[in-house]
T-cell receptor, first 113, second 114 residues
Framework: QQQVKQSPQSLIVQKGGIPIINCAYE??????FPWYQQFPGKGPALLIA?????SEKKEGRFTISFNKSAKQFSLHIMDSQPGDSATYFC????????????FGRGTQLTVWP | KAGVTQTPRYLIKTRGQQVTLSCSPI?????VSWYQQTPGQGLQFLFE???????NKGNFPGRFSGRQFSNSRSEMNVSTLELGDSALYLC?????????????FGNGTRLTVT
């Protein structure tokens, strides 16, 4: 079954807007939660990652919010730009087996100029 | 530093044939993982190799196999191809495959089975 559930499937925002992508997981053994960005014809590229001992992490315009009790985490993109148009994947793994990531189904983001 | 290199970029095979895909990890990385990406199932883990040993395996049939060489380069093989094997196959490498050693993906091999 899907170990990481991601929503929405697609998202359209205006330039400057703040798209929010949500993910939920069930396995409490997960302790590493990365987000990947994928452009057409390219492999996924790591954006930002978080561990459950922090509730928020920012890197540039990208912020992860983490709610351990709800087993949910989300990606916020501040001041979104047309160049951010891509597919975003959340993922989870146990730190001891980082090579095995469980991915969400992805969110196709479109940022209109 | 060169990224993860996968060859070939595109492959067209016929049902029943077998195929071998190649992956060269980032220099110094010892862990290599393989993923299958399809519109229907998304990104699914195939297997992971570390120091020439398979460390993890996903839920794929035995037709899917892999190996890693002493220089960390890896190959995956799919035998008796089926139409449903058409997918983008992604290779990812990391220094150790655990702790704070993120996965870096290649651009994939697009396999089409006719």
């Amino acid at each position: 079954q899907q170990q990481v559930k991601q929503s929405p499937q697609s998202l359209i925002v205006q330039k400057g807007g703040i798209p929010i992508i949500n993910c939920a997981y069930e396995n409490t053994a997960f302790d590493y939660f990365p987000w990947y960005q994928q452009f057409p014809g390219k492999g996924p590229a790591l954006l930002i990652a978080i561990r459950p001992d922090v509730s928020e992490k920012k890197e540039g315009r990208f912020t992860i919010s983490f709610n351990k009790s709800a087993k949910q985490f989300s990606l916020h993109i501040m001041d979104s730009q047309p160049g951010d148009s891509a597919t975003y994947f959340c993922a989870a793994s146990r730190g001891s087996t980082l090579g095995r990531l469980y991915f969400g189904r992805g969110t196709q983001l479109t940022v209109w100029p | 530093k060169a990224g993860v290199t996968q060859t070939p970029r595109y492959l067209i095979k016929t049902r029943g044939q077998q195929v071998t895909l190649s992956c060269s990890p980032i220099s110094g990385h010892r862990s290599v993982s393989w993923y299958q990406q399809t519109p229907g199932q998304g990104l699914q883990f195939l297997f992971e190799y570390f120091s020439e040993t398979q460390r993890n395996k996903g839920n794929f049939p035995g037709r899917f196999s892999g190996r890693q060489f002493s220089n960390s380069r890896s190959e995956m093989n799919v035998s008796t191809l089926e139409l449903g094997d058409s997918a983008l196959y992604l290779c990812a490498s990391s220094w150790e495959g655990f702790a704070d050693s993120p996965l870096h993906f290649g651009n994939g091999t697009r396999l089409t089975v006719t």
